[in-house]
């Protein structure tokens, strides 16, 4: 493999999944005379901008125009980053390492986020996915618990998962507990008994077993059209549609949307706005349509929501009050119908994009922690300068959300990053709010013991 062109990792606490592809093509020109072609396929990798970094290449084969090469390329895959390749084929005439003497034969650009959603064109390695089998031992420890968290250790004892396996509820499994201080005692033979009854190995699946399982995710916009953003035709309003650039909202939309629309597979993302006066209308909606269509609130493609919201705002009456309880439950209820399938087939993702502080937090909590209990999560990017310490209230880290009802939320579904912290840096925004949303998806899917929809086509325990 060549060295060089392979992406710098998003940063040391982001893990990569290691992706291995092996390319075959079709139907080659040939541009040889007394021959077929002799292709060879070279991947290159964006690094930045409109530079193309040299990854690696295959092997070069003999007089074939539909070659499947043997040569097999190893990417760090990120979800949270937009990686973009190009795959350039080339008849091989000669013994120099350069490829510009040589006849081109075509090429094709993708991001490896297509790729992967594509089921069946990738699989994961799992490079250090080493199961405890017949000869790996698992050691288990016993304590006596305290509630002042001073626990004692009664004893230990070591077993193959094999051993452990064989129990049954009729014919228990049966080890001794032995304390290491203890055994060198002269009356000592062990500290008890544990019996195991049963023993069974689950499958967790990770998020590239579940995209590559056909497991979709629904990308929802919701837009803040409050009055507090400012008269969209001022300048400094955050809704104002500079003709030389992007808005801070439009930056947001582009960057998340561009990482989440590789894993739709119509790309069609319903967006709706709160906030605002509708034309002929003299009431405040907090849950509208940007194109205006209720049946239909579909915006084809990234540059389509960037259309719709263009077209919308010259029509709204920006208003008030800042309400997010409405959108929140109008996503959850398609993801509450998904989960009725009894399959992951579907995750779905909100994008809140707003400017100030929540006004309904009771409702909002309560929606948040409902909507906890559904395959569903919840991007909140703050643009402008407001407070948003209500927000960090929401992305609840540490401790779980709990409604004003004291129920609490079964898992933190909520992330959320003020755009001021990376202004024109679109990459590190999308790197930041989607951190989270890899294992959001698996963790809800494992708890519920549901599988992708295409279990055969990612790996079983072993």
Request: glycine share 6%; hydrophobic share 40%.
């Amino acid at each position: 493999m060549a060295s060089g062109g392979a992406p710098l990792p998003p940063s040391a606490n982001h893990c990569a999944t290691k992706v291995e592809l092996t390319i075959s093509c079709e139907n080659l020109m040939d541009m040889d005379i007394f021959s077929k072609s002799d292709p060879l396929c070279a991947l290159y990798i964006n690094t930045s901008g409109s530079h193309w970094s040299e990854f690696g290449r295959t092997e070069m084969i003999l007089n074939c125009l539909n070659p499947k090469f043997a040569k097999k390329f190893v990417i760090d895959y990120y979800f949270e980053m937009v990686q973009r390749l190009k795959f350039c084929v080339y008849d091989i005439d000669n013994d120099s390492h350069s490829l510009t003497d040589d006849d081109f034969l075509g090429e094709i650009e993708c991001t490896l986020g297509q790729i992967v959603s594509s089921r069946q064109m990738t699989r994961p390695l799992l490079l250090n996915d080493k199961r405890p089998a017949g000869h790996g031992t698992i050691t288990v420890d016993c304590y006596d618990h305290h509630v002042n968290g001073s626990h004692q250790l009664i004893g230990s004892f070591t077993a193959t998962l094999a051993e452990m396996q064989i129990a049954t509820r009729i014919s228990p499994a049966e080890f001794e507990c032995t304390h290491p201080k203890k055994s060198k005692k002269r009356n000592y033979k062990n500290s008890g008994i544990i019996c195991i009854n049963n023993c069974q190995v689950d499958k967790q699946y990770t998020f590239l077993d579940y995209i590559m399982g056909g497991c979709q995710i629904n990308f929802t916009i919701a837009i803040d059209f409050t009055a507090s953003n400012g008269n969209p035709n001022v300048p400094n309003s955050l809704h104002f549609i500079n003709p030389e650039g992007y808005n801070e909202y439009l930056k947001a939309i582009w960057a998340v949307g561009n990482v989440i629309q590789d894993y739709d597979s119509n790309k069609m993302f319903p967006v709706f706005g709160f906030g605002a006066e509708l034309p002929f209308s003299q009431r405040v909606s907090h849950e509208f349509p940007i194109n205006f269509n209720p049946s239909n609130p579909f915006c084809l493609g990234i540059e389509g929501v960037v259309q719709a919201y263009r077209q919308c705002l010259p029509q709204l009456k920006l208003s008030g009050p800042t309400n997010f309880a409405p959108i929140i439950n109008h996503a959850a209820c398609f993801a509450r119908q998904a989960l009725q399938q009894n399959v992951a087939s579907q995750y779905f993702v909100l994008l809140i994009i707003t400017d100030g502080v929540i006004t309904d937090m009771d409702q909002t909590c309560t929606a948040i922690v409902n909507a906890s209990r559904l395959p569903m999560s919840i991007i909140i990017v703050g643009v402008g300068g407001a407070d948003f310490g209500e927000m960090e209230f929401l992305d609840s880290d540490d401790v779980l959300l709990c409604s004003p009802r004291g129920l609490v939320a079964t898992r933190d579904i909520v992330q959320f990053v003020p755009f001021r912290d990376f202004q024109e840096n679109s990459a590190a925004l999308a790197l930041s709010v989607l951190a989270e949303l890899p294992d959001q998806l698996s963790s809800f899917f494992n708890l519920f013991k549901l599988k992708p929809p295409y279990v055969s086509s990612v790996s079983e325990p072993s």
